[in-house]
């Protein structure tokens, strides 16, 4: 498994709140989602992303609510794989329940810029600059969840110790 | 192998002798907790994946308070999803509108969790329950939908910070301020992943109310659950709530713990968080310069009896001051009853504050008080990211109720000695 893109970059703590405001949250639609995500820190996110782009952060990404409309609309809207020094405990759980790509890495997400094309192979936890030719070591998804992740998810993998 | 309260509580629900920090488990839930907004994207995962059946092993309950009353039609439909879902399955702990309360509130109110159980919830302030000595947690609605199914979850154990409390607390100051010191000492993610564990001889002198506002906001420090002992206090909250034995657990004396931090009660001031995180303390008296046109005093953090009384006894006899409005919500129909019974809701009409039905509502930029650009209100309620009241460019500073009560008189930030002094 790989992704390939561009970086789109933040700061620290971003939330929940702004990732997908509360008032966008009467729906379910991952489209409509989408639509409004990050557009309380950045209205031209949702314009400048393309599909396979990869969004990068610092520290203690995805703080705040359990929504899990935050991770759906940022996987709706096109983003492959998030890099962070850290992520909420929270959002870590949802993103890999719903299939969002995420990744803590500290060194790349210190080092790599806005805009920067970055390729990530999954499987060997190596994430490659392409622009400025450095690759980082990404710490791996423990085995239990590469198995959730290859039975396609936390509802497939209970469905099937259930049945 | 000596083990923290929480690692205690995980290893009995996973059916293990003992767990250590970073173990993946399995456990069995006794409660699994949804609202109106987390609960429809839990059904639709659950219906996705074709159960025909939910578990018995875990209570499961849902509460519409979020956006319900239904701000709008999709909030309407949200509730109504969650509705026939309940109906479909005979779930009991339904609450709707008329019964229903803010769920951190009402869940323990209600007796539906109690000293030794393990929950979780689908909203992120579910790690409220440890005032009662429980294990309990915010999860997403898939892990939710997963808990419903199964009556179980996955946790890694987590590591814990001890937090040892001496003292006593001051005048005018409560759990509230507790917990903003704290998370100013250590940061939004400062126990990012691991328990707070709150111990020491200052633990009986806080109140119930007190213990359930502190791990109420602990996930505003990053951690996973937050957890205090259980004691006479815990054993009077609980007698007539619940007919279920519960077990008392506690920590080995030698538990590991990665951090001590010490708390003095009698050192921590009535504290307020700045835009735009729960980490930027400040003192109440030095807010003098903020000038506020909105008080919220209400939430699962604030919304308890014990806050309603506190803001009530700061209202007695003033009013609010001109321009600004106050809207307070009691946290449950049971509350809100007794808050008519006691004469605090005359209080609060009197002083020029409107009193709200239960909901969430204005804490997270639902209804019932939106901010336009550049407003700001003080806010008994648990975080204050950017745009989480309403527009964008508003702001939302964090304060308890007798420090918001006292704002809303004054119009500006508050320390309470400063009305009642006048």
């Known amino acids: ?163 | 192998m000596a083990m923290t309260m929480t690692q205690k509580i995980l290893a009995a629900h996973a059916g293990l002798e003992s767990v250590t920090a970073g173990q993946l488990i399995k456990a069995k839930l006794d409660l699994v907790l949804a609202n109106d907004i987390t609960g429809p994207v839990a059904i639709n995962e659950f219906d996705k994946a074709g159960f025909s059946s939910v578990s018995n092993d875990a209570r499961i309950a849902l509460v519409m308070d979020h956006f319900a009353p239904n701000k709008d039609i999709k909030s309407a439909e949200s509730c109504k999803k969650c509705r026939s879902f309940a109906k479909r399955f005979g779930i009991e702990s339904f609450y709707d509108v008329g019964e229903m309360g803010v769920e951190h509130a009402l869940i323990p109110e209600k007796g539906l969790i109690a000293p030794g159980e393990a929950a979780i919830g689908a909203d992120s302030h579910t790690c409220t329950y440890g005032a009662l000595g429980a294990f309990s947690t915010g999860v997403g609605s898939t892990d939710m939908a997963a808990g419903m199914a199964t009556g179980e979850a996955w946790f890694k154990v987590p590591s814990a910070i001890k937090v040892n409390l001496t003292g006593s607390l001051q005048k005018y100051v409560s759990g509230k301020d507790v917990i903003l010191h704290l998370i100013g000492m250590i940061g939004v993610d400062g126990a990012l992943y691991q328990s707070l564990e709150f111990t020491g001889e200052g633990v009986k002198s806080l109140t119930m109310s007190d213990r359930l506002t502190i791990c109420n906001m602990a996930i505003e420090a990053g951690a996973k659950n937050g957890i205090f002992p259980v004691d006479d206090i815990t054993r009077e909250y609980m007698a007539g709530r619940c007919e279920r034995s519960w077990t008392a657990f506690e920590a080995d004396a030698d538990a590991p713990y990665t951090r001590v931090i010490d708390i003095d009660l009698s050192g921590v001031p009535c504290t307020v968080a700045y835009p735009h995180l729960p980490e930027n303390t400040h003192p109440a008296d030095e807010g003098a310069g903020i000038e506020i046109d909105q008080v919220v005093i209400g939430s699962c953090t604030n919304g308890n009896l014990e806050d309603m009384a506190a803001a009530a006894a700061i209202l007695h006899g003033r009013h609010v001051k001109k321009g600004l409005r106050a809207i307070v919500i009691p946290a449950t129909p049971k509350i809100y009853m007794e808050c008519v019974e006691r004469g605090y809701v005359k209080t609060f009409m009197e002083a020029g504050c409107i009193v709200s039905t239960p909901t969430c509502g204005p804490c997270l930029g639902g209804h019932m008080g939106i901010l336009a650009a550049g407003e700001r209100a003080v806010a008994t309620t648990n975080r204050n990211f950017v745009g989480r009241m309403g527009h964008v460019e508003s702001e939302v500073y964090l304060a308890s109720p007798v420090v918001a009560a006292a704002s809303a008189v004054t119009g500006h930030i508050s320390h309470p000695k400063e009305v009642e002094s006048e």
């Open chain 1, 1 to 163: 498994m790989k992704a390939h893109g561009n970086a789109i970059k933040y700061g620290n703590h971003i939330d929940t709140d702004v990732i997908i405001p509360a008032r966008y949250l009467a729906t379910q639609d991952e489209k409509e989602l989408a639509s409004h995500c990050m557009e309380d820190i950045d209205k031209s996110f949702v314009s400048r992303v393309k599909p396979g782009d990869i969004m990068v952060a610092g520290q203690n990404f995805g703080c705040g609510s359990s929504r899990e409309h935050a991770p759906i609309a940022i996987k709706a809207s096109g983003i492959s794989c998030v890099i962070a020094k850290s992520f909420a405990r929270i959002f870590y759980r949802n993103s890999i329940n719903i299939g969002l790509a995420i990744l803590e890495c500290e060194s790349a997400a210190e080092d790599i810029d806005e805009g920067d094309e970055v390729e990530i192979d999954f499987d060997a936890g190596v994430i490659t600059n392409i622009t400025k030719g450095k690759t980082y070591q990404a710490q791996p998804f423990p085995d239990f969840i590469k198995e959730m992740i290859q039975k396609g998810g936390l509802m497939a993998s209970i469905k099937g110790d259930k049945t």
